[in-house]
């Protein structure tokens, strides 16, 4: 089964199946993503950038590309992925004309994006297709635009048995911290910053305030590498 053919079989419930996955963690799936991309506004603003216009690469439902609006404070955003059931429910999520979604085949890149960001989309694409894959959002970015690029961390022990526990993760080939730099690196790419986030679960959650002094430890369930677009 291809990425497109796999997330199109899970396309109406994926939100069950994650649901299902994450539980241990005591979370919803909005708490993630919310807090990735609340980490990433900190590190933007650590920064002093605030891009403008964003591209969600690997969006799926689009469950996340409003957030990148509503938090970074950008103006617009195109969301890109495989699997065409899944963007028909991110259309009706977000009708608003500051969204537009497309299939990866139908998506022109036109080197104008001050932002990309991806999240668990790197484990779905096998080794020898990553360096198109990221080609893509390469060109996508003009030159000294950023990319944050999130994956789940193999080295974690509570984000291998999520990951055993998800159905559409079958195909996931986890990438570390050193492989998805090196990835970047090869691809034109500067690495700004690596951090690690989601340590505690909602039982620990009053230590959760920890994390922010933590994020340079490699304890986290996820990984954020903040890069810029240098060729």
């Known amino acids: 089964m291809t990425n497109d053919d796999l997330f199109d079989h899970y396309a109406d419930d994926y939100e069950e199946e994650l649901s299902k996955a994450i539980s241990a963690s005591g979370e919803g799936r909005d708490y993630f993503a919310r ?31 409003p957030l990148l609006l509503s938090l970074l404070q950008a103006s617009s955003a195109i969301g890109v992925d495989v699997s065409e059931k899944s963007l028909e429910i991110a259309r009706k999520r977000s009708p608003s004309p500051e969204f537009v979604f497309e299939t990866l ?23 020898d297709e990553r360096a198109g894959a990221l080609a893509l959002v390469n060109h996508a970015l003009r030159k000294g635009a950023l990319f944050a690029l999130w994956e789940n961390n193999p080295w974690n022990p509570a984000t291998r048995y999520v ?56 304890l986290g369930a996820q990984y954020q590498v903040l890069s810029r677009k240098i060729r």
């Open 105 to 127: 085949r139908s998506f022109q890149p036109t080197g104008t994006a001050d932002l990309a960001y991806c999240n668990g989309v790197f484990h779905h694409i096998p080794p």
């Open 163 to 218: 990951m055993s526990r998800c159905s559409f993760d079958c195909d996931a080939q986890t990438l570390t911290p050193p492989e998805t730099r090196s990835l970047l690196r090869e691809g034109g790419f500067e690495i700004l910053r690596t951090d690690f986030r989601f340590i505690f679960p909602h039982a620990l959650r009053a230590f959760r305030k920890l994390e922010d002094l933590a994020h340079a430890l490699p």
């Open 35 to 65: 807090g990735r991309v609340a980490w990433l506004r900190h590190c933007l603003r650590k920064l002093g950038e605030s891009p403008r216009s964003v591209l969600d690469f690997g969006c799926g439902d689009g469950a996340t590309t």
